[in-house]
């Protein structure tokens, strides 16, 4: 006996470009938040489209002890690294070896964002020190 609604006909494959849902609307080639619409700053989020493709960007900045740190960002643009150098700290009845020293990179699209990020790091007591750097695009 075959189905008599048509929505229980339907195969379980996804819908392509153009294909209509079971509202009967059909899904867009290219979504409009894909692209940055004119009021917006240049930071703000969104997607860079080439031949419908979404391109991914990368970013590096080289800290002062000589370290690279890279992202890559489909969806953002960022202009500056905030990297944020921990102290070690000595073996504890938690650590037993201890902890050693790292650092910790954070990518925000402006300079004033990454002072405001940094002005709160700067509260912790386990920082030794804190560098913004300009990211450069790769």
Same mark, same amino acid.
């Given at each position: 006996?075959?189905?008599?609604?048509?929505?229980?006909?339907?195969?379980?494959?996804?819908?392509? &470009?153009?294909?209509?849902?079971?509202?009967?609307?059909?899904?867009?080639?290219? &979504?409009?938040?894909?692209?940055?619409?004119?009021? #917006?700053?240049?930071?703000?989020?969104? &997607?860079?489209? %080439?031949?419908?493709?979404? !391109?991914?960007?990368?970013?590096?900045?080289?800290?002062?002890?000589?370290?690279?740190?890279?992202?890559?960002?489909?969806?953002? !643009?960022?202009?500056?690294?905030? !990297?944020? %150098?921990?102290?070690? %700290? =000595?073996?504890?009845?938690? #650590?037993? @070896?201890? !902890?050693?020293?790292?650092? %910790?990179?954070?990518?925000?699209?402006?300079?004033?964002?990454?002072?405001?990020?940094?002005?709160? #790091? &700067?509260? @912790? =007591?386990?920082? @030794?020190?804190?560098?913004?750097?300009?990211?450069?695009?790769?």
């Amino acid at each position: 006996m075959a189905p008599t609604s048509k929505y229980l006909a339907q195969s379980n494959k996804p819908l392509g &470009r153009g294909q209509a849902t079971i509202r009967g609307e059909a899904l867009p080639a290219a &979504r409009h938040n894909f692209v940055r619409g004119p009021s #917006w700053p240049t930071a703000q989020r969104y &997607r860079l489209l %080439h031949d419908g493709v979404i !391109v991914r960007l990368k970013f590096e900045t080289t800290d002062a002890s000589g370290k690279v740190h890279k992202r890559s960002s489909a969806s953002h !643009v960022y202009s500056h690294c905030l !990297v944020i %150098h921990f102290a070690a %700290h =000595p073996p504890s009845k938690c #650590w037993p @070896e201890g !902890v050693p020293a790292c650092s %910790h990179a954070e990518w925000v699209g402006s300079c004033a964002l990454a002072e405001r990020k940094a002005s709160r #790091w &700067r509260k @912790e =007591p386990s920082i @030794e020190a804190i560098e913004i750097l300009e990211a450069r695009q790769v």
